[in-house]
């Protein structure tokens, strides 16, 4: 079983900072891409930010120079720090990884998608 958890989510004033992690745990094989995404209210849920196993990243337009992904490959874990924090970045905000499991001690499987519960981030103007 893989298992996603984010954390580092909260209120903050616009201008401020916050800084987002997830975890990933299970039998995990090897983890290739991890992305965050936020899913504002009555919007579409939208790719933040990429991270591959190299540690190459891409951003959405309008988190870029503001918001930096990056990732601890031992630990499993992704961050996503978020600076000069706007009201709309206002969402919850959802970790997803893209990784092969091993099953059974012997069996490979994947590479799917697994996806962590939200973390939600609230700015205020």
């Known amino acids: 079983q893989v298992q996603l958890v984010e954390s580092g989510g909260g209120l903050v004033q616009a201008g401020g900072s916050l800084r987002l992690s997830c975890v990933a745990s299970?039998?995990?094989?090897?983890?290739?891409?991890m992305r965050w995404y936020r899913q504002a209210p009555g919007k579409q849920r939208e790719l933040v930010a990429t991270?591959?196993?190299?540690?190459?990243?891409s951003y959405e337009d309008s988190v870029k120079g503001r918001f930096t992904i990056s990732r601890d490959n031992a630990e499993n874990t992704a961050y996503l720090q978020m600076d000069s924090l706007k009201a709309e970045d206002t969402a919850i905000y959802y970790c997803?990884?893209?990784?092969?499991?091993?099953?059974?001690?012997?069996?490979?499987?994947?590479?799917?998608?697994?996806w962590g519960q939200g973390t939600q981030v609230t700015v205020s103007s």
């Open positions: 299970g039998n995990i094989f090897s983890l290739d891409f």
């Open positions: 991270i591959g196993s190299s540690g190459s990243t």
């Open positions: 997803n990884a893209y990784l092969t499991t091993l099953e059974g001690g012997s069996r490979l499987e994947g590479p799917h998608d697994y």
